[in-house]
């Protein structure tokens, strides 16, 4: 049975992954040809964080229900894919992002590939889908599973609309960056277009350093441990 604060979880999920949607595409350009560029962002984060404070509130009103029984031994699974995530999410801030080189202009050809781009054109999206997935799999309780596939779907469809927002606005010059990476992680090093040690160290050695603080401070400030013996 659907609780109130489960459907109120389900409500904030709702307006926070569909106004970013509705506000990153369909609604963008009528927006900015109204008020402007500038107001446009402003109006953007403003909903952005009145809805994410929703989701937060709601998350932590919801009772814990169980859908299936947490597995010790997925922990080590986890704790990988963890490492996994956080090299992606660092990696994509220690290179120019081409989706924010397109939006300011700094864009005048094809994005070169570097660092973690060589692993997944969306290295920050799918570094939020895979945490997303790992901690539904882990928790399974209900109030988690639907926020975790409310923050995949928001990661992994926006990702989708990026490459369909790209192709347009750029045409052969972002087409040409798709030749050359993938979409999937490790897509483009299994069939050969690109070369894994060609993402070099310096992505490795921040996210290791970011997932080693988040396992010491989990315990403390989320109530779990994260590794079976800390």
């Not at 350009?29 to 109204?34: F, H």
């Not at 992002?97 to 290295?123: A, C, D, W, Y």
């Not at 399974?140 to 995949?152: K, Q």
């Not at 999937?184 to 160290?201: M, Q, Y």
Request: charged share 10%; proline share 6%; glycine share 10%.
């Amino acid at each position: 049975m659907l609780t109130g604060s489960f459907l109120n979880l389900a409500a904030a999920l709702i307006a926070f992954v569909g106004g970013h949607f509705l506000l990153s595409h369909p609604l963008r350009a009528p927006i900015i040809r109204a008020v402007g560029e500038k107001p446009f962002r402003g109006i953007y984060s403003v909903f952005a964080i009145l809805t994410f404070i929703w989701v937060i509130l709601a998350f932590r009103a919801a009772p814990y229900v169980a859908l299936w029984p947490q597995l010790e031994i997925l922990r080590w699974p986890v704790n990988v894919v963890m490492i996994c995530t956080c090299i992606l999410v660092v990696g994509g801030f220690l290179v120019p992002n081409p989706f924010i080189q397109s939006m300011t202009g700094e864009l005048k050809g094809p994005p070169q590939v570097k660092g973690v781009f060589i692993i997944t054109r969306h290295p920050l999206m799918w570094g939020i889908g895979l945490w997303a997935f790992s901690h539904a799999a882990i928790n399974g309780d209900e109030r988690t599973v639907l926020l975790t596939i409310g923050m995949a779907v928001l990661a992994l469809a926006g990702a989708a609309m990026q490459d369909a927002k790209l192709e347009q606005r750029l045409g052969a010059a972002w087409t040409a960056f798709e030749a050359r990476t993938s979409f999937l992680p490790f897509a483009a090093i299994i069939t050969g277009k690109a070369r894994l040690r060609d993402v070099g160290l310096m992505p490795v050695i921040a996210g290791v350093g970011l997932y080693v603080l988040l396992v010491a401070g989990h315990r403390h400030f989320i109530g779990v441990r994260a590794l079976p013996f800390l």
